[in-house]
């Protein structure tokens, strides 16, 4: 074989490696730039503040956002720890707390979302100062609403409790009303309203939306306080991936005005954008 040959076969064989070369690390930075976010299964103006921030992502960041929607709450944190997803917005932090502890998971926030500010509702009374003595609210009987409307009504001036992010009627400690607070299940606390014998319920949004409850017919509606901010809903990832640039974009993809926009004009004040909150 002739010196020139030789010469052109081994550039030749050169290229062909660092076309490989180029290929294999150029692939593994494009799926760096597509990130699978998890979320609930929710309604139209969700999928339009999702398909916003997508937009943003992709115009600012270069990063393809995927929603995977989910229909249960036990599913996106799954999800997460298997890497089925990148991350997810769905949860609040008493939630993922009690989610970590009891499947050894190490799952974190990396950026606020919203809030939906938890209310007080009666259809019986127009104030919580005409709420009579003696009367019963149903509150959600899981631990995390369990606590929050606990909260909230002590943030009513109802009640008074120990200071503690685990709040249950044992933590009462002044009750001038004698109000009894009854746990039902969370998804029963709109329909509990029709019920002669309760004066009040707390209600989630969701319940309360799907109910068909007026937002602005509530007696009191929850804060925004140093109590609250731990209701505060965020996108997490796996500790392990906290730092990861293109999940970190994502965040500031979603925290924008407007995102901001699009919430107030889809749900008023029945959602609220938090991210600016000083804690």
Do not use: C
Not at 237 to 260: G, H, I, R
Request: without cysteine; aromatic residues 10%.
């Amino acid at each position: 074989m002739s010196a020139k040959k030789t010469i052109i076969g081994i550039v030749a064989a050169a290229a062909i490696v660092g076309i490989g070369y180029f290929s294999f690390f150029n692939h593994g930075s494009q799926d760096d730039k597509v990130v699978k976010i998890g979320v609930m299964n929710g309604n139209k103006a969700d999928d339009e503040i999702w398909k916003a921030a997508a937009k943003t992502a992709k115009d600012k960041y270069g990063i393809t956002l995927k929603t995977v929607k989910f229909s249960d709450y036990s599913q996106p944190n799954k999800a997460l720890t298997n890497h089925d997803v990148d991350l997810n917005a769905f949860q609040n932090y008493p939630f993922l707390e009690n989610w970590n502890k009891a499947n050894k998971t190490d799952i974190v926030s990396i950026g606020d979302t919203w809030t939906t500010p938890l209310r007080l509702y009666s259809d019986k009374y127009k104030s919580i100062k005409d709420i009579p003595d003696g009367s019963q609210i149903a509150i959600a009987n899981d631990v995390t609403n369990e606590n929050r409307g606990i909260h909230l009504l002590a943030e009513a001036g109802l009640i008074k409790i120990k200071d503690t992010n685990k709040a249950t009627p044992n933590d009462i400690t002044s009750n001038p009303k004698n109000l009894k607070l009854v746990p039902v299940d969370a998804s029963q606390t709109a329909s509990s309203l029709k019920d002669p014998k309760f004066a009040g319920a707390v209600v989630n949004t969701n319940f309360a939306q799907s109910a068909g409850l007026n937002f602005d017919s509530a007696i009191y509606v929850e804060g925004l306080n140093k109590n609250t901010t731990q209701f505060f809903n965020f996108i997490a990832a796996n500790k392990s991936d906290k730092d990861k640039k293109a999940y970190k974009d994502v965040v500031k993809s979603l925290q924008t005005q407007k995102t901001k926009d699009l919430v107030k004009k889809y749900y008023g004040d029945a959602e609220v954008t938090v991210w600016d909150y000083k804690k």
